[in-house]
């Protein structure tokens, strides 16, 4: 696996910023989360003066094998069916991006059909879908850098656009299946409490989906140390094309010192595993918001964070970080447009 410089943000400059928050014209710690949040980024971002220019979304479309074992309510076809959608704008996630300023970006990394006749969508594809990894890895080696090199290669483009926000999100039937034995993993949780109802699965539909994760996660654990095995091997072997790319953007985000914006249950299912690749990506990441998918509550709280809303949402797409996204604004035109005591003639009483 290609090696990321990821250390976390420089801590000298944290002083002058809690200084500036402090000194801007209102009672000291009245704007509460907006001012850890203007201090997150500021850190991200080295300045005391935060821009979020030319906002970023990537959307990673993949399929999986896992999706053949009926583990999701939605059928395969969905996956290419949304994806030609969003080209004519049509998604929740389209619906976002216009509303909030977002240059969205489709990308085909595995998607099990032939979107070639459609140039809005990038053409990334890896194969048409990952293996099924009931019977062994969802991908190959070279398949898992592929897809980390997509991500990488997205986040470049962006950063060159000069943004200074990237929200992720993901369009992949059965894709809740990789996340929660992902969650379990790496979470040292019991697979049953990492596993929902994805799409809409009713209860006989979960415990099918349960019973099919148990015997993947026993296949694994029967050929492979687990608690020796590095988290590449991991996510290799459960992980989908889109999610992967999901990580290696989130990965290369942190490198380039540029806020990341992470979704519901899946795209923070992809933090943990890069978590588990880098510890210190998550000081780069703000979490949207706490999806409605069970699990998610307890995923959060592995990453000992918090999310900015809690709407009960459970779309994916990465619409939820976007949702988020005018929180995040009001943090940084917070620390640019208010003015100081000072500059106010107003007396500073603290």
Known sequence: MRKFDIKAPDKEIQKDIQRKIDNLNKPKGSLGRLESLALQICLIQQTLSPRLNHPCHLLFGADHGIEREGVSVSPREVTWQQMINFTKGGGGVNMFCRQHGFKLYIVDVGVDHDLSAFPQIRNCKIANGTDNFLYGEAMSESQ?????????????????????????????????????????????????????????????????KKKVLVAALNNFQSTHDVANCGAETIIRYFGGFEMVSAIGAMLRAAEQH?????????????????????????????????????????????????????????????????????????????????????????????
Do not use: W
Request: with cysteine; hydrophobic share 45%; proline share 3%.
């Open 144 to 208: 898992f850098e592929r897809a980390l090199d997509v991500g990488v290669q997205l986040v470049d483009e962006c950063c060159a656009y000069g943004c200074g926000i990237i929200s992720i999100g993901e369009m992949g039937i059965a894709n809740t299946s990789p996340s929660s034995i992902l969650m379990s993993v790496f979470g040292n949780v019991p697979l049953d409490e990492c596993i929902g109802a994805g799409a809409g699965l009713d209860n006989t539909g979960i415990m099918h």
């Open 258 to 350: 540029t806020i990341i914006l992470v979704d519901g249950f899946i795209m923070t299912a992809c933090a943990l595993a890069a978590s588990r690749l880098y510890s210190d990506i998550t000081e780069y990441m703000i979490f949207g918001h706490l999806g409605d998918e069970s699990g998610h509550k307890k995923l959060l709280e592995l990453l000992n964070v918090k999310p900015l809303l809690s709407l009960g949402l459970k779309l994916g797409e990465g619409t939820g970080a976007l949702c988020a996204f005018p929180i995040v604004d009001s943090a940084a035109r917070m620390m640019n447009e208010m003015n100081s005591f000072e500059n106010a003639k107003i007396t500073k009483y603290f």
